[in-house]
């Protein structure tokens, strides 16, 4: 799995082609200590070692691949407001304290964002203003219920968006209702990374890249393993995400499933304001969503479609520009200049999976779709534990979640389901 069955895992992305500059970063070479041996260079692993490094603890980070190559170089940069479930499941599962309790962690976390960006100087293209769109009349009701929902939760700033109102903002035929929300953004999510290990390594942390962790050790002094060394820490911290199947507690509660995102061929300036106004990063509710955005130099950057077996279907990037031509037909004239994927990591009950795999191993893993902000928070609530606050951290490591079912055949299983809500979705 670390290899990827997915070779668009791998695909270049427009991503990497306006990437800031980042040195490419050593190999471990040898046996070393420090305070927090951290696994993974995207966010979650990075976000930790900054967290970390600000309250005085020293940090090495231990990436198999390059920086931002895993899920966080390779995303949507959609910055989504709470959870993958809406706050009235999150009320009927754990209570209204609770669930309140989270929806300010969620809502902290997109300030993290904010604030790393703007504290670190990062050259990220942050922009704030979020659209959701309906496209069927289950769309509008639940539209509507959710606007009513986060109005209830203080989030008074966002608001329901008939067919003509959406039509407005954009420019697509297909959609019946949305949702604009204020608080919600978008980034250059590979900058947004390497702005982070650019932040960490002028911080003092050690990273090192092509350092792929064979084995953990999660007792009393903990360490990573590799081929090149082991380094042990008086805390772990293990971030790594969806391909990170070293540890079978933890691998059996996330699913690592496929999507995948095409960049086109730039367009006028005049004509991509008049596509998506105020540039809005955009995602529609279908259960397997479609979101996009423009980027800086107006190219569609559009992801969608999602293989639960983990491997492209054939044909990816010709389906990809259909999906996108049927709700933007205009754009026929553009080619498709890149396609790629990555593996969002996925977990049963859809929220952030947080623990302790021993007295002084912590991880965060299970973002579901949304860990482009809730990896900051992920990152500040392992270092609040690992300070010795641990009551944040642990409202979400009481949340409890179960492994995928069906053993060896989990694939088959979650693929037949999905399909099932894929057809619900078409019909
Ligand atoms: C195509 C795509 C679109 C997405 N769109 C969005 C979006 O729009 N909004 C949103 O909020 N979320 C989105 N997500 C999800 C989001 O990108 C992830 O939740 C988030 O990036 C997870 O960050 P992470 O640091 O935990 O994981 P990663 O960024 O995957 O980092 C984990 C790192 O650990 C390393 N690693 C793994 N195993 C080992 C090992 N044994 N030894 C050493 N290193 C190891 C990997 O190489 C990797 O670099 C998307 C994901 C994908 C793939």
């Known amino acids: 799995m670390k290899d990827g069955i997915s070779t668009l895992a791998k695909a270049p992305s427009w991503y990497q082609t306006t990437a800031t500059d980042f040195p490419e970063l050593p190999p471990l070479d040898g046996d070393m200590s420090c305070d927090v041996v951290i696994l993974g260079g995207g966010f979650t692993g990075l976000t930790t070692a900054l967290e970390l490094t600000a309250r005085g603890y020293s940090c090495v980070v231990l990436e198999g691949d390059r920086v931002g190559n895993g899920a966080s170089g390779r995303n949507g940069g959609q910055i989504c407001s709470g959870y993958n479930p809406e706050m009235g499941t999150l009320v009927r599962w754990f209570g209204h304290d609770m669930a309140m309790s989270l929806w300010e962690m969620a809502e902290e976390a997109k300030g993290i964002v904010r604030d790393n960006v703007e504290r670190y100087a990062i050259d990220c293209d942050l922009r704030w203003g979020y659209l959701l769109a309906g496209v069927k009349a289950r769309h509008d009701r639940a539209l509507r219920e959710h606007e009513e929902e986060l109005h209830a939760y203080g989030a008074t700033g966002v608001r329901y968006l008939d067919k003509l109102e959406i039509g407005s903002w954009v420019e697509s035929e297909r959609y019946t209702s949305g949702m604009y929300d204020p608080t919600a953004g978008q980034i ?63 691998a059996s509660r996330i699913m690592p499933v496929g999507t995948y995102i095409v960049s086109t061929t730039p367009m006028a300036a005049e004509r991509a304001e008049k596509l998506i106004r105020d540039r809005m990063a955009v995602a529609d509710i279908n259960f397997v969503l479609n979101y996009y955005r423009l980027s800086p130099d107006n190219r569609m950057l559009f992801g969608g479609r999602v293989s639960y077996s983990g491997m492209d279907a054939p044909g990816l990037r010709q389906a990809m520009r259909r999906t996108m031509l049927h709700y933007f037909p205009q754009l026929d004239d553009l080619e498709i200049e890149h396609c790629w ?4 990591d996925i977990s049963m009950n859809r929220l952030p999976h947080l623990g302790r795999l021993g007295p002084n191993t912590f991880f965060a893993q299970g973002f579901s779709g949304h860990g482009v902000a809730l990896t900051g928070l992920a990152g500040r609530l392992m270092a609040e534990a690992i300070a010795g606050t641990a009551e944040r951290f642990d409202v979400f490591a009481r949340i409890p979640h179960r492994p995928f079912p069906g053993g060896p055949l989990r694939t088959p299983t979650l693929v037949l389901a999905m399909l099932w809500y894929r057809l619900r979705d078409m019909l």
């Open 188 to 250: 250059h999510p590979l900058n947004y990374c390497l702005g982070l290990a650019r932040a960490a390594l002028a911080a003092g942390v050690r990273i090192y890249e092509q350092t792929e962790v064979t084995r953990v050790e999660t007792g009393a002094s903990p360490a990573a393993v590799t081929d090149r060394g082991t380094v042990r820490g008086k805390y772990m911290v293990l971030g790594g995400n969806a391909l990170f199947r070293q540890v079978p507690q933890m």
């Open 341 to 344: 994927g990555g593996y969002v």
